[in-house]
DNA sequence: TCCTCAATTGACAACGTTATCATTTATGCT
DNA sequence: AGCATAAATGATAACGTTGTCAATTGAGGA
């Protein structure tokens, strides 16, 4: 059986309270005091009950995030995460969530009303649904949103910029050469989503390249959908000299499409993804793509939900962090004889 | 301010343990009573307080599971850590372990002698090294062990069998054809790069393949690792016919040198790995490799981990689960010119 | 030396459960 | 009816902290 706090008062001739004080380094502590309740800690190898500390302070210390399944885009969230771990008190507690999957409702409900957790993160592509707002609002448990599907003043967010990254990446293509881009699509319920459309159409109509309909698929962001959009793409009258997917996921099925089908990347269509998945870069060609400051997202995710939960106001509620570009080998100038 | 089981035992008109009963289905009440408890519940819309709970029967209902850092086999772990998470009181704290990281070791500390966790599951490559060693002991935190570095009958752990899945793997390519296969080698201190290497190594001998030591190759699991050694491999004056990488990593990484050296896979030079990575299917050719059962591995040990907390003697304090092959297309018969 | 005020220290209540054991109530048997 | 026994219930003490406020100590000034 480990020490108690009683155990070192004794020891060092105190009070609880008093080695209270020096264990969370309060004031009113006289240096001869506190050498002795340090000494009589290290003696008997003490360290603080936490489940004792969580019940008087009412605070659980603890972040849950949620995160949809452990794919390649959570897995980099999650790194942070856990790095952004060490640095807080709080404990983070990691709860996937499936709009449909009622076990992991129910869990998160057990979590949130039994107040095993102080504050959410929730991670794209989960998102405040029905349930999860009646849960939120009637528990009152602060939270924060990575990339919200929609973006409304009372919810605290930081997002990247969607809308400039699609844009940066499209002007890209077009200064290389390319005037026939296709765009895979994603979910069109998605903010991001439409976002990156949107900054795809801008820079089309900026540099004044003909903005085709049929260039515009539907990929549902995940490999199937860009495999299959890539075949019909590559399967129209003029085809693409160029394919964005509007997700990594999607431009990888893309571009296995491609290579299925003898197409070579780059010299005869580029290819570029939106995310930056650690195996954009261990496909061959490597994949142009657009990154989010994932780390810094969520950085500022946890720290925007630790300075609700101490009531200190954050700087800002709302966050948009600029995306970059990284190009790789899957794109190039358009072959010249289709120029 | 939320409900208590005290205003629960007042509207119900009952003592608090009467309503404790209740919530924890212990028997000892009528019917009547309990529908009583119920209701009044129902009306308060309590939940127990689990901070209270965990204090008094001083458990921290909590597992924490030790990752390295966030990458593609971890994310395969952790998908299944959540999802057994459900079905389970305990909740489950991802903890990033890095042996070198002063910070990570700190943090550690503080979870098991604070008694934030009741328990460890450590994954691989993470392994009881000398610190986690000591404070184990120390704290007498029990812990099993996934695919430890060296197996004593002290540790408990639950292990994917190298050997044969590495046998049948190399029994595979034989059979296929080939005579000259390279294998991507790993670390020599971990148990299952032996083993996988001793797997390799028995099925020439069974087959009577001359082995050539010039043919396996150091690699260290890693992308680069592959990617240098299937360089090395390629130029040797007898070049392999099959590279069997010990881990997917590698076996990507040779994939990658492969291609960028203009060989055709499979047609020229077949290619496998070990591990099944998510992205093992989503590069072209899709990757042949040896599947461990994750999710069994990984259910196994939270269950075994938690037998030892609640007394209970797990059935078996040893497990190694039998792996299998997962054909895809980076291997194939070698070209006929060449037998 | 005494007084005032600030700094230090401590006694004890709270936090919301579960655990122990005594007490009350119901049941079955003669 | 009376008694033994089992079942249901409750009073109260933990669990190990932090928070409140009163008590004690020490320093500085008249």
């Known amino acids: 059986m480990s020490a108690t706090i009683k155990d070192v008062a004794e020891l ?3 009070s609880i309270k008093t080695v209270s004080r020096v264990i969370n380094a309060e004031p009113h502590v006289t240096e001869a005091t506190r050498n002795r309740v340090l000494a009589a800690i290290q003696t008997l190898d003490y360290a603080p009950n936490f489940s004792a500390r969580r019940l008087v302070q009412r605070r659980a210390y603890m972040i849950c995030v949620l995160l949809h399944e452990a794919g390649f885009y959570q897995s980099t969230i999650l790194s942070k ?3 952004i771990g060490y640095q807080q008190d709080y404990d983070i507690l990691i709860q996937s ?3 449909s999957h009622t076990k992991s409702k129910e869990k998160l409900e057990a979590l949130v009303r039994e107040r095993r ?3 959410l993160v929730i991670t794209p592509p989960c998102d405040v649904d029905p349930f999860l707002s009646d849960l939120l609002a009637q528990s009152g448990v602060p939270y924060v949103q990575i990339t919200p599907l929609n973006r409304t003043p009372e919810v ?3 997002a990247g910029d969607d809308y400039q990254g699609a844009y940066l990446m499209t002007e890209r293509l077009i200064l290389m050469g390319h005037w026939r881009i296709a765009f895979l699509s994603g979910p069109r319920n998605h903010r991001a989503s439409i976002d990156r459309l949107y900054g795809y159409k801008a820079a089309l109509e900026v540099y004044r390249v003909p903005a085709r309909d049929d260039l515009v698929l539907e990929s549902l962001y995940n490999f199937d959908g860009g495999h299959n959009a890539a075949r019909i793409a590559m399967g129209l009258a003029e085809p693409p000299t ?3 997917g509007g997700s990594d996921e999607a431009a990888l099925g893309a571009l296995f499409a491609l290579q299925e089908m003898g197409v070579k990347v780059p010299e005869e269509v580029s290819v570029c993804g939106f ?3 650690p195996q954009a870069q261990q496909v061959w060609p490597g994949l142009s793509t657009v990154a989010h400051p994932v780390d810094e997202i969520v950085e500022r995710a946890i720290r925007m939900l630790i300075s609700i939960l101490t009531k200190r106001e954050p700087e800002s509620r709302q966050v948009v962090l600029p995306s970059r570009l990284v190009m790789r ?8 004889d289709l120029n």
């Open 12 to 14: 060092a001739q105190c």
């Open 242 to 244: 160029a394919i964005f």
């Open 117 to 119: 957790v102080d504050g």
């Open 97 to 99: 969530y499936y709009p």
């Open 156 to 158: 605290p967010y930081v």
């Open 81 to 83: 995460v856990l790095d």
């Open 275 to 277: 995310d930056d998945l």
């Open 329 to 336: 080998g899957s794109t190039a100038a358009p072959p010249p």
